[in-house]
């Protein structure tokens, strides 16, 4: 009973996800805009690159590279920062996606006096994929294995959307 169960549920997931590709309407901005250099502007999070805004300039190669900054400092809690960086090397693209190599790293600050992270100092790679939204609005998931600085390594998301300058 359980695996029909299971099995009704995985079919209504596929036929969702098929009608949902579906309805996606193509935006004019071409994958080929990238042959030129682009830049970005949105948020990134994830453990490896840091979390807050983040600026990404695509060049005119198959490169990208990102800055990630962001401070936060609740009322009543310590401060919290993190900054990094990120280099992108394309594998494929088309009119409305490109799949992608990533390496990261990132360093994370909790506290007041002292940084309350065992581990603050992170390094990532893996792969991830970008996918246009609607126009010039883009959507960035990753899947890097991530090193921590107490030598902890686990595999971890990264989410990002950004607009991008054509």
Known sequence: M???????????????IHTVQAQVAVSNVKGDAFGKSVYGLGFSGGPAS??????????EGKSSLQAVFGIFKPKNTDTFYSFGAEYQLDLTRSNSARFFFGVASSY???GAGGNNYSAPFRFGAGLGGEFLLQDAVHFTFQGLFTYFSD????????LAIH???Y
């Open 2 to 16: 359980k695996l029909q169960s299971l099995m009704v549920v995985c079919l209504f997931i596929v036929a969702t």
């Open 50 to 59: 840091g979390v807050g805004i983040s600026y990404r300039y695509h060049t």
């Open 108 to 110: 994370y600050y909790n």
């Open 151 to 158: 030598g902890t390594i686990l595999p971890l998301p990264q």
């Open 163 to 165: 607009y991008y300058f």
